[in-house]
């Protein structure tokens, strides 16, 4: 497929014009990429949250029940039938897991935000109003 300009973006386009560089176009790939890095990133971030509010939840209705009773867990594909503190420590473990894991999505989201912004302050030295990286 070819395109070709009108004759009035012909004209419109001056001689201050910058030519993409080798160099620029890297850094525009790059910032796409972390872009694309930060969304998936932020979602993880959102099922980790919605994953650590759901076994805070269950926390809350355990405190509830019976320390006698048998409470189903489940591990894997197998729901285990198992005494209320094992489930308890085992919520509790999970939990910390979680938390763990999103403090450690949230590092990679700073990094790559910091880059992100880096990549933002160079390239719009070089273009200016040209190019939008606004995200």
Sequence with gaps: MKFSLSKDDEASIGQDELEVR???QDKINKF???HSRETALEEELKVKA???EDLEEISNELELADDDEKI???IGDTFMSLPLPEVQ???AAST???EES???VEGKLSTIR???EQLKVALYARFGKSINLET
């Design 32 to 34: 796409s990429r972390l």
């Design 72 to 74: 189903p867990y489940k």
């Design 89 to 91: 420590e085992l919520l």
């Design 114 to 116: 910091e880059e992100m």
């Design 96 to 98: 910390e897991k979680i």
């Design 22 to 24: 080798r160099e620029d």
């Design 102 to 104: 999103v403090a450690g």
């Design 50 to 52: 919605k994953d650590k």
